[in-house]
């Protein structure tokens, strides 16, 4: 309300040198906006409700700017009128992107058209709260409604990444629930396999979003796909913009083209010259062999072991970078394997917590990474799976879980380690 009082003052001072009282008319040759080139002269026009022509007076001019003023497109406004030429001079707000989570309808271009139409100065962006924010939310409802869904919208400001400033202004149906129908396969594989469909069957009833439940679809059948092997697997999920409605809320069906494409056997795992696994102990391990299907399980299982040979090493942030090398003709992948190893780390200070001082005192007695040496994770899971070489420490860890927390300090390359027993249940 103080912005309206605001905005009032100004318009009686600006009017001031030409009308002599506040009923006397007027009727300006022209309407010009200045601040705002984002809109054009008429979705000014209609959003403030005004026609050239129009004669006007001093309430009529303030009820056309409070108009204005009230979409929140706008954070101040100020008008004059110099006998010949009415001047509207506009700062914008802070606005920000509509985002259109769970509505069971294309949210593209043929929405914000929609919107558009209804709203002038709508195009696509919205002020955190209020006024066109506000309005949007309606028209939604509206249009919801002549699709015969009774439906509750909320607005909200949406946060970015770091969890503070905005980001968007968020719109998403709150009842009735709106959820993944059907999905209809079609495409080269027609009918999905046993373990494939039992996959996907999971996903209908599941709450539905405008961009996640297309991903979700089809990053779960892709990575069902590329664990047989099937590197070049396309999947694509569109959902069908002809909702159904039932009893549990609004469905929205999904037509899923699957295609496969080749399944890939594996020629071979190469590493590259110096790193601290040789061939022959990486071959030796593998249980993937040339000829077998690039089996994703496998292949990962190869790449773990290739990471914890660093870690036990120190070098706890060695990131395993394998490249595939896909031949086509003879449906073969070799992998190219390198390591970016990272800093090495040595071995700080030791906690042991939820234990006695007998028993710590015990732990700290038989440990074996002291201060300063190389850091080296293995080392961690053979204490705790110690057999033979302390039985009393290997009656105590049988009886409990173990955890251990690592805390990095990476200005000093150094890991403070923190042992935690918790009795089993």
């Not at 919801?144 to 905005?166: E, F, H, N, R, Y």
């Not at 396969?185 to 396999?193: E, K, N, Q």
Request: proline share 7%; glycine share 8%; net charge neutral.
């Amino acid at each position: 309300m103080r912005r309206v009082s605001s905005l009032s003052l100004g318009v009686a001072v600006s009017l001031g040198a030409v009308l002599c009282a506040h009923a006397q008319k007027f009727q300006p040759k022209t309407i010009q906006f200045v601040g705002a080139p984002e809109y054009s002269t008429q979705e000014l026009l209609d959003a403030a409700g005004l026609k050239p022509g129009t004669v006007l007076d001093y309430a009529g001019m303030n009820d056309h700017s409070r108009r204005l003023i009230d979409t929140g497109m706008f954070a101040t406004l100020a008008f004059k009128f110099d006998g010949q030429d009415l001047i509207f001079t506009l700062t914008p707000a802070a606005l920000y992107p509509a985002r259109f989570d769970n509505f069971p309808f294309p949210a593209g271009p043929v929405l914000e058209t929609a919107l558009h139409s209804q709203l002038p100065l709508y195009h696509g962006k919205v002020p955190a709260e209020g006024g066109m924010a506000e309005s949007v939310r309606a028209a939604l409802e509206q249009m919801l409604k002549a699709k015969g869904i009774a439906a509750t919208v909320l607005a909200a400001p949406a946060t970015g990444a770091d969890m503070k400033t905005i980001a968007a202004v968020s719109y998403s149906i709150t009842a009735p629930p709106v959820v993944i129908g059907d999905l209809i396969t079609r495409g080269a594989i027609v009918a999905l396999d046993p373990k494939a469909s039992a996959l996907i069957a999971k996903i209908p009833g599941t709450p539905y979003d405008v961009a996640g439940s297309p991903q979700q679809i089809e990053s779960t059948l892709s990575a069902y796909y590329s664990e047989q092997g099937y590197l070049q697997v396309a999947i694509h999920a569109v959902a069908d913009p002809r909702p159904v409605l039932a009893a549990g809320g609004v469905h929205v069906p999904f037509h899923v083209s699957v295609d496969p494409g080749i399944q890939y056997k594996l020629a071979g795992i190469q590493l590259a010259p110096g790193l601290l696994v040789s061939q022959a102990e990486f071959d030796k391990q593998s249980s993937l062999h040339p000829g077998d299907a690039a089996d994703g399980t496998r292949l990962r299982e190869n790449w773990e072991f290739v990471a914890r040979q660093y870690h036990n090493r120190g070098y706890m942030k060695a990131r395993v970078q394998p490249t595939p090398a896909l031949d086509t003709a003879h449906q073969t992948v070799t992998y190219a394997v390198a390591v970016d190893p990272g800093p090495q780390y040595t071995m700080g200070t030791l906690t042991i917590d939820n234990v006695t001082d007998d028993l710590r005192s015990a732990i700290l007695a038989a440990w074996k990474m002291p201060p300063g040496s190389v850091f080296n994770e293995g080392a961690i899971r053979g204490f705790l799976a110690t057999h033979g070489v302390n039985p009393a420490l290997e009656r105590v860890f049988a009886a409990v879980n173990c955890k251990y927390t690592m805390n990095f300090h990476d200005d000093t390359r150094v890991i403070d380690l923190t042992l935690t027993l918790e009795r089993k249940p």
